[in-house]
Each structure stands twice: as C-alpha cells, then as structure tokens.
C-alpha cells in the first residue's frame, strides 16, 4: 500500500497514511480535530479544509459554493488523499472548547440547579443517612502527636488512630503513592495534616495527605458524558458551589454520531483506544480550564462523579461496548467499579477516585439514573414522566412505587448535531425565535445576547413552530414554494429558508435551515413523542394519568414549552404539568459528587428502574410513523394546535 | 567533572561514571552484580576484578595476593577511575543465583516445614475461622446461564452473582483490567469461567477472571526478604504444596550490608529507588525461575506473602526509611496495605495481591511476627523463646498470654557475609566440622555432598567448637600459634587456619578461617547471647523457666545445637528444649499465604508483641562486653563447657 505524506497547515503538523485515507481521518491521526457533527457522512459540510498542494479525489458535495469550489475547499471526510498534499484547516473547522460564561450557566441551568439544590438542602434525609449529607471525598484535618518513646506507632497508624477518634469502627485503606510521601510529610509538617478521606462502603479510603490545614480546598468533578455533548462542573464540595462549568462537543463525534456507529468504530483496529481517548482528552481539557479559572489546583480535585448512557461509560472506561448492540443486547457492566481517575487516565489528584452512575441496561444509562434523581421522581407519591432529549431520547416513567424506562434513537439534531447550522446551547446560538406572520422576519434571541452564529436545539424547536405557523412549512415538513420571500429558496441541495443573513451573523455566512434539517428535526421528535406514547400506553395508562413531566437535555438555556407541544415532541397536555430542567443527567452527578447518601440512593434506583424494549414493541413503528408529521397525522392528539387552521 | 567510560568484559557493557568513582558503583550503574559481602567496606575481598586498560586509583588491600597484585587484580570496591577504563569480571565475583535442590531443601527444612505442616492441618481453627482454611486468593468454577431477553444483567453483575451463590452477602471489588478483558471472555468460554477470589477484610477482590475450568492452576509464592538473604517459595494453594525454593543474596548488599547503611544509602540520590529495585528484581528473577522450573504460567501466581524486617518492607515498598534511624525511631508503616503486586514491580498476574505480614516496630519487624505465627507461640502455654539468627539477631520470648521481643545488631557474620571464606546455605558448603584432636584435620560435611565451595554458619559453629576443644583458639577468639600445624599460618593480613587445602576445595582455592572471621563471629554471638540475657532478665524471669526454644534462621540445613550452646551463642540449657526450626519467618509468610485466618492471626500477633529496646538498656553493654569470649567472660554461665579444662 502506498504512503502519503500529509502536512496541516498552519501548525505544520505531518502524518502519514495510506493512499485513499480520508483527509478527515488524517486530521485524527495528527489529534487536529475538525468538526464533523455528522461523524463523516458529508451532510453537516463543517470539516471544511483547503488542499494547498497534492491531489486529492473528492467526492462531490452540495455543501461546498462554487466560489469554494473554485478556492480548493473540500469536505475533509469526503476527500481521499491521493499523493503528499498540504492541507490547510481554516479556524472555523476546528472543534474546540465552547465554554459558558457564569452568567450563560445561570440562566441556563437555573431550572435544574435549583431543583438540585432544594434536594441537597430542602430534603436531607435521602438514603440510609448513614453519614448524613457528606461529599463523596471529605477532608479532616489532624493534629497528630509526634511519636515519642512512649508512643512509637507508626507514620500509617498515627494517621488511621487520628481518623478513628473521628470515624470511630471505621477501617481504611490507601495505597502507595500516599504511604510513599508519608514519612516527610508527617514530619515537615510538623504532624499537621489534612487527610481526604471517600466513605463510601464499609472500607474508608484515603485519598490524599497534605501538610497543615488544607480542609478549605476540597474540590470535585461533576461531569455528563452524552453521545454528543460533554458538560463538567467544578464544584466546592464544602460549599456545595458550582465554580465553573463548560460544555464541549464530544470528540468521538468524529468517529460517528450515534451510539451504535461508535460501538461499530470500536471494533476497528484500534478503535476502541481512540474513542477512550477522545473522551478522555476532552474530560482532561475541562477540567485543566475549569481549574485555571477558578485557580484550583489539579491536586485539590479528589474526586469526579460522571453520568452518561452505557456506551459512553464503556468507552470512558475502555471497556469493549460490542455486547451492547448483539442481542441480547446486555453491557459489559452497568455499576462501574469505583476506580483511580489516574488509571482510566483523567487528570486529577493522583489517588482521586471516579464514581459513575449506575446504569439500568445498555440503552437506559447512568444519565438516566442521576436525571431520576435529581428529579426526585424515586420519592415522589404523584405520577412522574422524565423526558430527556439528547442523541438517545431516554424516557422514565414512575413514582416511588415503580420507575419503567426506555430509550428512542432520536439522533442528535436537537443538539445541533448534523444540522447545516445547528450548534449546542453555547454564546451566539438562536436559542428563541419568532416568524413575523406577513413579513416573515425572524427575531432571534441568542444566548449572552452576541451576533447569532448558529441555532441550538430549542432555536429549532421555536423556528419549527414559527415555520409551521406562518404557513411557510407544512404538515409533512415541507416548504410551501409558493409563499413568496426573498428568504424561503432553493438552496445547494435542496429548498432552505434564510434565517438570519451573512450580513447579521457572527460567522459572516448566511445561517438557514433548510428542508433536510426540518426532516432530521421530525424524525427525532416523532421518535421522542412514540416512545412517550408506547411507554404510557405500556402501563394501560392515559398521558392525563401523568402529573408532572420534566423536560430535560442541554438543547437550550430555556425552552418553550408551548412551542415543543405544537411541534409535536411532547404530548399536548397542560403546560403547567411541564418543567424544563436542563441537563438532569449533570445535575444528578453533581447530587452524587455532594452526597454519599444520593449515591447509596442512586444505586437503589438503577436497581428498581424496569427497562422497557421499544424496538420489540409491535405498535412501536405505527406510532413513530404517525408521528412523522407535524404536530401528528392525528390532529385529535393536539386539540391546542391549529396550524393551518388559519 | 571529567567523565569516564567504563567498559565491562566479557559482556562490553559500557556504562559513564564521574572520574573517581569505584568500579563497584559502576558495576552497580552497569547492572553487573558483583559480590560485595561486607557492602564495599574492602573486607571481605570478594569483588575482585582485573584492570585491563586503563589507569585508576587502588587503595591496598590485605585481600589481594603478591600474584593478584602482578595480574592487575583489584577490589572493585577499593579501585578508583581516573581515565577511560576496561575491566574484566571474573566469573567468581559475580553474584548469581543460587539455587537450592529439591534434595536439599527437603533436608535444610525438615524443621520448619513439618511444623508448618503441622500448625496447618493438625490445628485448623487458628484464627477467628471465619472462612475455615483458604488460601489467601482461592478459584472458584462458575458456570454461568448465558444473557437471554429473560434475563439481561450485565456481565459483571452476571458474574457476581454467580460469586454470591458461594459466597451468600459478600461484597465484590474488582479493576479495570478484568472488566476490559470481561466481555469477550465470557462469551468465548460459552460463560464457564474460573474466577480467583481473595477474602481477606469485609470487600472479596476478584483478582483474576479465566476462562473455562482452571481451578486446578492456583499458585502464591512466600518470600522472607532478610537484609542479606531472600528466600522465595512457590507454593501450590490448592495441595499445600510447596513446588520450589530458591534463596539469593539480597543485591541491595552492594549498598550496605545492613539496615543501617541502606538506610543511609536510600538518602543518596536516586538511593531509595536502586534498593528498592535491586529487592524486586532479585525476587522476580526468583520467581520467574521457579516459575519456569515448575511449568507455571506467571499468570496463575495470583498472591504473594512476604515476611521482612521493617526496613526491607519500606525499601520493597520504595517508601522512605530514613525515620527507623532517627528517635525515636518509627517506622513510616508496620501495617502495610495491600496492594496489587504489580504496583510494586512484581512480575505475577496482572492484578496478583501483595500480601506483608506486620511488623511490631522498627527493629522487630514482619518476619518475627511471622516466625512466632509458625512457632504457634501465640497460643502455647508453655513460655517459649524464638532465637532469629540474621543480619539482625531478633529475639521473642512468651506464651499465649504476653509476648516481648528485641532486636540485636548482630551482622552478617552467620549468613557467610563479610567472612573470607563465607557462603549462605547452599550447594557445596561446609555445613557441619569436626576437628581431628591431635592431628588437626578437619572433616567436613556439605549440603549436597559436593567438593567444599565455603562455610555456611551452621560449618562456622561446629569450627569455631572443634577449634576450641582443640585448643587451637581460645577464649579470645585469638589462635594458639604455639600449635605446630601447616593449618595455622600466618595469612595475608592475620593468621588464618587452613580448613580446606586449595587441591580439595571445588573453587580451586583455599578455604580459610582467619583470626577477623573468628572477631566477626564473636561479635555476632555476643550480640545474640547478650540480647537474650537482657530479655530474659528484664522479665524478672531465668533461662530455666523457659521451657521450649526455637533457633531460627538460613544459616544451614541442620545445626549442631550443642556446638551453639559451646561457643556461647546460646544459654547452656538442657538440649532437649531446643528445636532448630530452619527460616521460621518463610514459614510463617507461607501461612499466611495459605491460610486467611492465620493472616488474621499475624495482626493479632504484631498487636500483641511489645517490643522491648535493647540499645537503651543500661545492662546490655556489659552483657554484650561479658559475651565476647568463647563461650562467656563468667564460666559458670556455661558448666557444660570444657575449653581449655582438659
């Protein structure tokens, strides 16, 4: 096979591959990452790139203008490497970090932070109150006596006599690269030292030594890993504060969108190394940035409570996923065991453990354990629906008496993920948005208020209802090419409607949503609402039986509600019965990171969710064409919506 | 500095040192392991290397013959590097394994094993019995119901299950590394897998995952790391078996031949990191040998159990001793933690477990609360006393009811380190002698019957003995040179007595005893008898009360008790109450390793020992004084004792 040499421009990386290498593929190889929000299927035309020198053999494409055409931009995944070549990859190709400024968060998670903290605070007596309200990783300080004739215990026993007067019967445990530095330490610290002791389990387990009183500087990781998006906190685990939090896309996108297209990668040679590491690495770049902001030491970090559905902790742990997706369809592991950050290679104190979230099955994850949770729904005596929009639309349906679960392959689109101008709930995402009845303007609101560069998921959800309710876009998703506006066109590929213009964009570049993006919109909310549909009817019950319904997924900083009915995501039901509260899946970590008793209660709950087979329910593919239209082919379904009634 | 290049011949390793550097230190650098018995001090003579180019620094040396001296032979230890040198290695000077046969040790550890034997299956509810008798990691056969769409736990909750039919209410832990490795197993053995359990503490630690039926192939390896000698054992858990043995120099000698200057050496740059890598490589060479000897895969050693003074655990562990020299002196750990053998270099299953027994204090360290476990005196009535002859003299005295113990700087002296003609107790050592009264000669015995390749201590005791009947020495260890005998002549640097002419002896050489090794061995018996004295003494007790005495140590296959008691290293007591038990510490390491109760049974045992300072008793001095004569200054201590009488 012959070799090619390929150079990135401006960094001058070089890698070598093999002749008809994707340019896309070799960008990974040289750990430049390129967005590809469709995982390298050619449709998002966000890995654009211009090949300088050599020849490529690429793939027409309707995303790229003739003018780019003109100007050697390619599609990275749809260009084959034919000989050595030189390729440039302008800033806006390149994935990066998106963080969200404090303000953002705020406003953002206001919904579910606050739930979280009335649960932390309004309710204490969550679990077995075995130790009371107590972070997974607490600090002690001790005044030791300094060894004497008298008392010659050793360095190790000191430390554990001073944590038994404190934690009387307990045993502990630590390990070596503690007892290591024991000896000094003790001594230059003149027998002052603060211990980081985990209490969870009936072994306690020291975490870190550190000289003097350092019991101010306790800090922990809450992290929700979704197929497509990663969002991590910095919490102060004596205050109980969020310092800082960030959101990034998920690096394994590059390697295919959805759950089952990774889990196909991982069987490639060395697949299931480089999706660990996209996971990792981005994990690691949070957390360092999160860290720099707050001016928190890495060390000071002890411990990182992670939710994610199960693929996703397979790959965080480099567990082969191959099980999830052959029938029977059973993971490897649904309680991970608790572990050294250090050894799935997460970069905090040394000794500094991670905990995950239980999972139910291989399609009902630990982010559906900790949204539970957080929502409260294992104590609550009225009737609760959870529905959490991401990648894998996850449903749960229950009470304190009984929780049945299951989860819709919904895709990321309301992630922004695959949409020619989708982006996540970042600075600069459409994240409301009103059609002008005649005019058909577009008022947009942004989150942080910037020039709009794309539209996040609950942009969609609003343009959608606007569209529909303008007349713009009909039932099936089309757009009716008789309504006359300068904004509704035909565009490279098929007929887009021009939501904001180059002119008023942050990117400089016309943002449109064009019919494939109506038609991945429909197909994710139609697999959400079937899901919902089958899950209630399941349980002989009617969605009028259900009495408060949580809307969770980081698709927006808000949603409308209103909006989410009329398209046809969410049953048509009154809208006070809704919560929007975020990404529950972060906040349910973030309950475990504070309390060990939530963890102890997690735990319970992955162990009474039921996990319902959508795929295998025989009305499940009625119901998921019935919802292929917008609201639904049944009007009946949705009395409060009156598109096209006008 | 200047820099030099030291060339090592035959193997032309190479390595750079600093002008003026010993050849030693850079044998050491080159990871070429000359003998070194008294620890560089230029003593014993036995790092003798030829200069074959090259100018250097040589300190003279009573060792070196007028020929060697002619031949360019020098002390690596003495010879300093001025320029670029060669240097020839003679095969004698290298330290090398040596290896105990079958025959052999059946012999050397008739003793202890059959008490080991003994206390495992005669007394079997040592302990609280929680688990009756089991290996400290044991297998267990599961054959597991494949997943169906009835029955979809995970595959590690599948296999704890299966665990938790055996074990009813046990916690289960485990690692990445069988979690990796867990899916694609399960389904390739068709769910029949051996899974490798240790049950020490509240939590099982699932050590290994296999597939189908390997109960059979259980195996742990007992280690007792004296400062000077290592013995290993790989032991067969599920037979009690033991496979093989192997005892070594340990090659931290190079550094220091005892605690006290490893403790000084482990300050030097990069010191602590060369002792701890010079005990594990040594100890993986020995298992790897035994492995190989024995046809067991590294894999199926899943524990190890190793007994150790304090400081040999802290440099094993590669934690920093320097505290165990300082008062009042404590050690940083005498409860080890366990840990996964690989953590510490250890070359066995991947997540094999490091068991220690516990140390007491400083001085009187795991191995002694392992020897007092195989001597069962924890729980006899009778008062024993267990006499530990090593680099360290340790010495326990009590019954079931209190037990106090002591150390005594003895040296090397009876493990054949830092003596002319010294060996350990291996193939080809004089280890029993008798001295022919009027004529003199000597009639030697030696493990294995081979021609004599040097004296081990047991070889020593019986010379000194017949010596001293002869008249040949005297009370003050000095040679009666009014003897007429070609035996006793004046040597290079003393007068020495020919033992072995040069035409019999397997080396080629003479075997001597001079007037130094005669001091050595005085020191080393005065320091143990003295330390025994004290002892005894301090408890208001007389030797006459003590009803059982167990001598312990490596430094022979057999020992001829009365011999012990004439020289003075031990009290002039009926010889009935003593029993030569052999290296009481690695039967109590293999204990441990086969036995979770008697595991439990060394904490209480390490709880229980007070440890009593010699170095701080106001009589010890004098005693030790008194001592220095053969066999005592007050020869009414020892009225089975003729010398010089006839």
């Known amino acids: ?23 896309l593929s070799a960008a990974v190889s040289a750990h430049i990452h390129l967005n590809s929000g469709c995982g390298g299927d050619g449709v998002c035309g966000r890995c654009k790139v211009v090949i300088r020198k050599g020849t490529v053999n690429a793939q027409p494409s309707g995303r790229l203008s003739a003018q780019e055409r ?69 600090k002690v300080y001790l005044e030791l006596s300094a060894p004497d004739f008298n008392d010659k215990l050793s360095d190790l026993e000191r430390v554990v006599r001073g944590l038994q007067e404190r934690f009387p019967d307990a045993s502990f445990v630590t390990g070596l690269a503690n007892v290591r530095r024991l000896g000094a330490l003790l001594r230059s610290s003149g027998w002052k030292v603060t211990v980081g002791v985990s209490r969870k389990g009936p072994f306690f387990e020291v975490v870190s030594v550190e000289p003097g009183d350092t019991q101010a500087r306790n800090f922990g ?39 089952i297209s990774r889990i196909i990668y991982a069987q490639a040679q060395d697949g299931l190394e480089k999706l660990h590491h996209a996971v990792v690495d981005t994990m690691n770049e ?95 005596d009225d009737l609760c629906l959870l529905i959490d929009i991401g990648t894998n639309g996850e449903i749960a349906l229950g009470n304190a008496q009984w929780i049945i679960s299951c989860a819709a392959s919904a895709g990321p689109a309301f992630e922004g993920s695959g949409m020619s101008a989708g982006m996540r709930a970042a600075r600069g995402a459409i994240q409301s948005a009103t059609v ?39 039932k099936n998703g089309r757009f009716n090419t008789s309504v006359k506006s300068r904004r509704l066109r035909q565009g490279l590929a098929c007929w887009e409607f021009l939501v904001v213009a180059a002119e008023e964009s942050a990117t400089g570049e016309d943002i449109v949503l064009t019919e494939a993006d109506v038609d991945n919109l429909k197909r994710a909310k139609a697999a959400i609402y079937s899901g919902i549909s089958i899950l209630v009817r399941h349980m002989g019950l009617t969605f009028e039986a259900v009495r408060k319904i949580f809307i969770a997924g980081g698709f927006g900083t808000s949603l409308n509600i209103d909006s989410a009915v009329k398209i046809g995501l969410i049953p048509d039901l009154p809208r006070d019965k809704y919560v929007f509260v975020g990404n529950s899946s972060l906040a349910g970590a973030r309950q475990i990171l504070l309390s060990g008793p939530a963890a102890q209660a997690a735990d319970r709950v992955a162990e009474n969710i039921t996990y319902f087979e959508l795929s295998t329910d025989a009305g499940y593919m009625d119901e998921y064409m019935a919802a292929l239209f917008f609201p639904h082919t049944d009007a009946g379904k949705f009395p409060s919506v009156a598109y096209g009634k006008k």
Chains 1, 2 share one sequence.
């Open 436 to 474: 002008v009845p005649q005019t058909f303007d577009v008022r947009t609101q942004t989150i942080g208020g910037d020039k709009p560069r794309g539209i996040c998921g609950s942009g969609y959800i609003d343009l959608l209802n606007g569209l529909l309710e303008a007349g713009i876009l009909d």
């Open 70 to 138: 003109k100007d050697s931009v390619h599609l990275a995944c749809q260009t084959l490497v034919q000989s050595d070549i030189e390729v440039e990859v302008p800033a806006e190709s390149r994935l990066d970090l998106g963080a969200l400024s404090q303000e953002e968060l705020a406003l953002r998670l206001r919904g579910v932070y606050s739930k979280a903290e009335e649960i932390l605070e309004a309710k204490p007596a969550l679990g077995d109150g075995l130790f009371g309200h107590v972070p997974l990783v607490s």
């Open 221 to 259: 990781m809450a992290f929700d890993i979704g197929t497509t998006t990663i969002t991590g906190q910095l919490v102060d685990l004596n205050a109980k504060k969020i310092l800082g939090s960030k959101a990034a896309y998920n690096r394994q996108a590059t390697f295919g969108s959805d759950v």
């Open 286 to 380: 949070m957390i360092e940035a999160l860290a720099e902001e707050s001016q928190v030491d890495l060390n000071d970090i002890g411990c990182l409570s992670v939710a994610g559905n199960t693929t996703m902790i397979h790959l965080l742990f480099r567990v082969d996923p191959t099980s999830i997706r052959q029938a029977p369809y059973v993971p490897v592991l649904n309680f991970a065991p608790v572990v050294k950050a250090s050894e799935v290679g997460i970069k905090i104190s040394p000794r500094g453990l991670l905990f995950c979230a239980p999972g139910v099955s291989s399609y009902v994850g630990g982010d559906i354990t900790a949204g539970v949770l957080a929502c409260d729904i294992q104590r609550s």
């Open 1 to 23: 096979m012959d070799r090619c040499v390929v150079t990135f421009l401006p960094d001058g990386k070089k890698v070598v591959v093999e002749k008809g290498a994707t340019v």
